[in-house]
């Protein structure tokens, strides 16, 4: 289709209920996808607006009392684009107001020409780094016209993958044009964000996707808490036919180390250099447990009497509670005022702890610190859980490691504060989650140090990457934390007023997430791109592999390499 040929004329709208258009006769209303990007130049303004509805009108009620019978084809055409027409919904994302002086976006005061080169070439002459786009407080007049987007609006508004200025990460193309859709990753990694979309919809890919984009830009180092092992080394492709995709340590085998917490399974796959990885007894305080008690069928009696316990025994406290009899755990009531019923049955549950692969009852070796030492100098950290990927196993994991490492960076945040030194600023930190609702469901967001992480967004250089199939789990407050999300198709009512918690105007998106494909279709909105938009996700496969490994790595260590990426930027004002 060409873009310099209008599509329709405005006739109504407000700023709140967005704009409708009147298609002209030689356009098919079938041509017309929710999620389309268009463009309506008003006289002052241009306006980049998404397409969430489509409707058909008829000038009178005569036409649909009596039709054309379907072989009158010359009647049909004749009311084509008069008695019968088209109608679009447009929501405005964006406005591009010209500053005095500078070309006129729009065709002159209140003329329209069906051709329109004069608005196209005034708009064309302000390059896009002169452009700056705005939220839209106004809208345009009647009979303004609609225009497809043409490659220079993408780029103008969603930017290039190589703009030497940003760290940029094309993750699609809009689902009509063969044009890169980009996120800004600089933006992306200082707030807390969202994968969603039901099963089989793709979301691993993605996180594959955005992974890979933050590794090659270097916008930050990675934990990932991968579950089902499918980010760190190969995993089963989507689709009819048997294949495997590459990993994150196979595509940057220099930046991507592993931890295990099943060694056995790991080597199995045919990873021989993952670090093994333990927590001891000594390792799990109260807050675990609070964490995993749906898991154990914890009452809050037993948690009561497992805050006594520890205040007694400190960090042993999980041991020496294993270690006793029932004459001891008498005693113990008695002196310190706790319930023998509740303490016994924290024992028998607890036991259940000691069947999982990667506990121990001391661990010698610190390996969180090692986890801190690898991200410290740069790398990004993948563990991998094996067949230790039940709920009780991978929450407890998750929640033990996290609580860890978000205080190391607390610390680290608190000195850069003081001393302004720029050597000391901590590098971002993002951590990546699955199965988020169980950790950031209302009973529990507030207690754990996901929820903790979420609602602190930068403050302290660490932020999450959720991956759900069940967005309606999520606490409310911390959904309305969660600056960009990707959503792929959800069909239930709740999961979809999830997405849109503390999205201004998300009522009108609503049409478009429930139209998307259930494959390589993804709505992105929030804090990374300008606007929303529908993307038609970019595939991970050879050619992914190879645009993704021309990256030429500095033989300076990575730690060195954050750093030097940050100064140059800083030399160029960003």
């Not at 094309?170 to 964000?193: K, T």
């Not at 113990?332 to 024992?347: D, H, T």
């Amino acid at each position: 289709m060409n873009s310099e040929m209008p599509l329709g004329s405005v006739i109504q709208g407000s700023l709140s209920q967005g704009i409708e258009v009147r298609l002209h006769a030689d356009v098919s209303v079938e041509d017309m996808r929710v999620g389309k990007f268009l463009v309506v130049l008003g006289v002052r303004s241009r306006f980049f607006c998404m397409l969430t509805d489509v409707s058909l009108g008829t000038a009178s009620q005569r036409i649909l009392a009596n039709p054309p019978h379907p072989t009158e084809l010359f009647l049909q055409e004749v009311l084509a684009g008069g008695g019968t027409y088209g109608t679009l919904d447009l929501t405005p994302m964006l406005m591009f107001t010209p500053e005095a002086g500078e070309s006129n976006p729009g065709k002159g005061k209140g003329k329209a020409s069906r051709t329109q080169p004069k608005g196209l070439a005034s708009y064309e002459a302000n390059s896009s780094a002169q452009m700056q786009l705005l939220p839209v407080k106004t809208i345009p007049g009647h009979f303004s016209q609609v225009y497809d987007a043409s490659e220079r609006d993408f780029r103008s508004v969603f930017g290039w993958e190589d703009d030497p200025h940003r760290r940029n990460f094309a993750i699609g193309q809009p689902i009509d044009m063969e044009v890169p859709i980009c996120i800004d990753l600089d933006r992306f990694v200082e707030r807390s964000n969202g994968i969603f979309g039901k099963s089989g919809t793709g979301k691993s890919f993605l996180t594959r996707l955005l992974l890979s984009g933050i590794i090659k830009q270097r916008a930050a180092v990675n934990l990932i808490f991968d579950m089902h092992s499918e980010y760190g080394w190969e995993a089963v492709s989507e689709g009819s036919n048997f294949s495997t995709v590459k990993g994150l340590r196979q595509l940057f085998p220099g930046q991507v180390q592993m931890f295990t917490l099943d060694p056995e399974s790991t080597k199995r796959r045919g990873v021989r250099d993952a670090q093994e990885l333990y927590i001891g007894f000594d390792q799990i305080d109260v807050e675990d447990l609070a964490l995993i008690g749906r898991e154990l069928n914890l009452s809050e009696a037993s948690l009561e009497n497992a805050i006594i316990l520890r205040n007694e025994f400190g960090k042993a406290w999980i041991n020496r509670l294993l270690t006793m009899g029932n004459e001891e755990i008498q005693e113990f009531c008695e002196v310190k005022m706790g319930s023998k019923s509740s303490i016994m049955a924290l024992q028998r549950k607890l036991t259940r702890l000691a069947e999982l692969k990667y506990i121990r009852n001391t661990c010698p070796h610190n390996y969180v610190k090692q986890i801190l030492d690898t991200l410290d100098a740069g790398k990004h950290v993948v563990i991998e859980f094996g067949s230790q990927s039940n709920m009780l196993s991978y929450m407890l994991a998750t929640n033990v490691i996290a609580r860890r490492i978000h205080a190391s960076y607390v610390r680290k945040a608190d000195q850069f504060l003081q001393t302004k030194n720029p050597s000391d600023r901590p590098t971002q930190l993002v951590i990546t989650i699955e199965e988020a609702h169980r950790f950031l469901d209302p009973a529990t967001a507030k207690q754990t140090i996901f929820g903790t992480i979420a609602r602190e967004m930068r403050k302290y250089f660490v932020t999450l990457l959720v991956v759900d199939q069940r967005p309606s789990g999520i606490d409310n407050e911390v959904m309305s934390q969660i600056g960009t999300r990707i959503t792929a198709l959800l069909n239930d009512e709740k999961d979809i007023d999830a997405i849109f918690t503390g999205v201004s105007g998300g009522q009108n998106l609503r049409s478009v997430l429930a139209k998307l494909d259930s494959k390589q279709q993804a709505l992105l909105l929030g804090h990374a791109v300008p606007m929303p938009v529908v993307v038609r996700t970019r595939p991970y496969d050879t050619d992914f592999y190879a645009e993704i490994g021309a990256t030429a790595w500095d033989e300076m260590p990575n730690a060195q390499v954050f750093k030097a990426a940050e100064a140059a930027r800083a030399d160029l004002g960003f």
